[in-house]
């Protein structure tokens, strides 16, 4: 039933508008009475379907402020004011159109997510493409993403090179190229040519599936302020049908009665909290930010408190090369390309960091001989008809001796790995490995403490010298070092006192802390997927930043919505008291209605807008 009550609003609309029309027409001619009955025709459908969306709301245990839009058209019918039914009439009906248009328009990004997900695969498969559904498709299948396609599943370039869309997904504008074995993430869109992709996960646990299933919860999810409101417009009801029997009574005009119905506004309360945050939420998309509806992003607007992890969220999350010294007789490049290709022979994670590291620099690698690795310590080999040898100082100095080892490695950060490379029997130089620091972090928790936030607390896991080195010369006002995730859950907990905490991780480990705070963000591009799920807010970019403008967009969208129930019931409850005193008839007070009506929604429609 509702959904035919749907299909039909723009025929009622339309009805209403042109009987409407008609109506007047017919009294600028002198024909009053054929006017009154065009605009009771045209009233009456308006009225029985708006009977049956209360009388459907009432069976559900849903008391809303339509009933103040069937009184007043009903109570107008009965007193002779016809015309004020029609444009109340048209007023309902153009204001379900606009309604819906409002809606559409503030979840317009979060529809664009769901409206691009791929059904279907082109896999390789005995020398032949095949198009299969999406839930066929198996880690280890190589697929074709040709020019145009949305990434179907999470995996790596197996073939050509990869220029990828990520707008939809983290909100950067510039593509990416990945080149053969870069990682994809699925929900990106190819703008380059065909590429082949190996999937690394089936469809149902890649990136964009976890995308579509929180976007599905966000537009489900019902935020408080919206439940506040529905209490609210059970005292506007009330306090309506009050004031217009007591002008009725007072005055013994039962047409200001009608008025104080007509110019009742309910519009302010169930349109522009729901307008207003969702517009929030779509907005919020756009920049790669996913909050899981209107409840999250109350509570984000009103965060005193923050807690972060440090592994993931204020650092990368992995190993990187911030500094290579090195011996007299070479440079830091020379050192770099000699180490990464021989650690091309090894699949150890360390040495597939300096690969990489060299790769990104442009270094080109030879291919290593006579490699023979020894697990846990390093590698030796060939490169170029250098002896070379890549492991930890220890392993180095027992094939090389001790001399210039210790100088090299002196004075490396807290947590950092030091990488020790001979070359032909005398020490080369020493790799250091750390999990850097996100540039700008510094920057972005003086922000946040600019915009309110009064505490930040860096919540770890890892041992307390590396903590402390990490938030040497941050704003950070606690460090909590060597933390179970049990114990990250009462860190949370016990920064309650201090106002409403969020909680930024990105780790399995945080999980529970994240469900335990009144909002948790979790790092959502490289996190692990049970972060996202117990997380209210997921960064779908790689970038600590986001965290500000998510704070402000939803700190503007909770006030725009505030401000338009306010101003639009203030005005409201002018008019009414106007109509009960009789300065305002129903004619006019029903065109006065519909402005206030559309400025409301309008103004709701300004959390679209940074």
Known sequence: MNDLLRRMRPLLAALAAAGLAAGLAAHLIGETHLAAVIWTVVTVPVLAALAVEIVTSLSRGDVGLDIVAGLSMSAALAFGQELAAAIVALMYAG???????????????????????????????????????????????????????????????????????????????????MKAGGAVMSGATNVGDAFDLEASRVAAESTYAGVVRLVEAAQKARAPMSRLADRYAMLFLAVTVALAAAAWW?????????????????????????????????RAARLGILIKGGKAIEALARIRALVLDKTGTLTHGEARIVDIRTAESLGPDELLRLAASLD??????????????????????????????????GISGKV?????????????????????????????????VAVAVAVDGEPAGI????????????????????????????????????????????????????????????????????????????????????????????????????????????????????????????RRSRAIALQSVFAGIGLSVAAMIAAALGFLPPVEGALFQEVIDVAVIFNALRALRG
Do not use: W, Y
Not at 127 to 137: C, K, N
Not at 250 to 275: E, N
Not at 520 to 544: H, I, N, T, Y
């Open 95 to 177: 204001g379900q159109l606009l309604e819906a248009f409002a809606e559409r328009r503030a979840r317009r990004e979060m529809t664009a997510l769901l409206s691009r997900v791929p059904r279907t695969a082109m896999r390789h498969r005995d020398g032949r493409l095949e198009e299969v559904a999406l839930d066929l498709v198996l880690p280890g299948d190589r697929l074709l993403v040709r020019q145009g396609d949305v990434v179907p599943v999470d995996g790596a370039v197996a073939g050509g090179v990869a220029v990828l869309d990520q707008s939809a997904l983290t909100g950067e504008a510039m593509p990416v190229t």
């Open 250 to 282: 007072l005055s013994g005009d039962p047409i200001r009665a009608v008025a104080v119905l007509v110019v009742a506004t309910p519009c302010p309360l169930i349109l522009a909290v729901p307008v207003a945050l969702v517009s929030g939420l779509s």
């Open 344 to 377: 091309q022979a090894s699949k150890h994670i360390v040495a597939q960091t300096i690969v990489a590291e060299a790769r990104a620099r442009g270094l080109t690698l030879a291919i290593p001989t006579e490699a023979a690795e020894i697990a846990g310590e």
């Open 384 to 416: 170029d008809g250098h002896s070379v040898l890549v492991g930890s100082p220890r392993f180095i100095a027992g094939k090389v001796g001790r001399s210039g080892l210790p100088t090299l490695a002196d004075g490396r950060p807290a947590g950092a």
């Open 431 to 554: 790799l250091i490995l750390n999990d850097a620091l996100r540039a700008g972090t510094a920057r972005l928790l003086a922000d946040l403490r600019a915009v309110g936030i009064e505490r930040i607390v860096l919540a770890t896991g890892d041992r307390a010298e590396v903590a402390r080195f990490i938030a040497f010369g941050l704003p950070i006002d606690l460090v909590r070092a060597d933390l179970t995730p049990d114990q990250k859950v009462l860190a949370v907990l016990s920064e309650r006192k201090n106002g409403p905490v969020m909680m930024i991780g990105d780790g399995v480990n945080d999980a529970p802390a994240l469900a335990a705070a009144d909002i948790g963000m979790a790092m959502g591009a490289k996190g692990a997927p049970a972060s996202a799920e117990a997380a209210d807010v997921v960064l779908l970019v790689d970038q600590l930043d986001r965290v500000l403008p998510a704070i402000r967009i939803a």
